[in-house]
């Protein structure tokens, strides 16, 4: 094989090289993205069913201590000032819990703005990296061809 033939081999490699070496970066991108949305996903799920035990139990034991009092109040004045605090802790307990819940999609955006930011500079670095590889390639071989 001649030397001609040799470097056309080795250029024809390394511009496969560069598409082989693009798809590679972003599959790994791909399966990171990936990993943060199933981390994402698990920690959304916990968070829901932690406050929603929490604010189930919350609810009992206020219905249970309503209870208690409907048996020990007189008349029905007595019945009304219960039912009166029976609803206010209602509306706290639902305002208390969507509070939580705000915060949390709050601070979840964040992490996730955070982490898409992260994401695309990694990515725009590595096709900055990739293009600087291919004008570099390229300019070899224009010179190789040049040279001939």
């Not at 209602?90 to 709050?106: E, F, K, P, S, T």
């Not at 992260?118 to 291919?134: I, N, P, V």
Request: glycine share 6%; hydrophobic share 35%.
């Amino acid at each position: 094989m001649s030397d001609t033939q040799t470097e056309q081999v080795h250029s024809h490699a390394a511009n496969h090289n560069g598409p082989a070496k693009a798809l590679s970066q972003l599959s790994d991108s791909m399966a990171h993205t990936v990993e943060s949305q199933r981390a994402l996903i698990q920690e959304m799920t916990s968070f829901a069913k932690d406050e929603g035990l929490r604010f189930v139990n919350l609810r009992l034991e206020r219905n249970g201590q309503a209870l208690d009092k409907l048996q020990h109040c007189h008349g029905i004045p007595g019945l009304i000032s219960v039912r009166q605090e029976w609803l206010s802790d209602l509306v706290q307990d639902y305002i208390g819990h969507n509070m939580r819940i705000a915060g949390a999609m709050r601070g979840l955006t964040q992490n996730v703005m955070a982490c898409a930011s992260e994401q695309t500079a990694q990515s725009m670095d590595r096709a900055q990296h990739a293009a600087k590889d291919m004008a570099h390639e390229t300019a070899q071989q224009m010179s190789h061809i040049a040279q001939e």
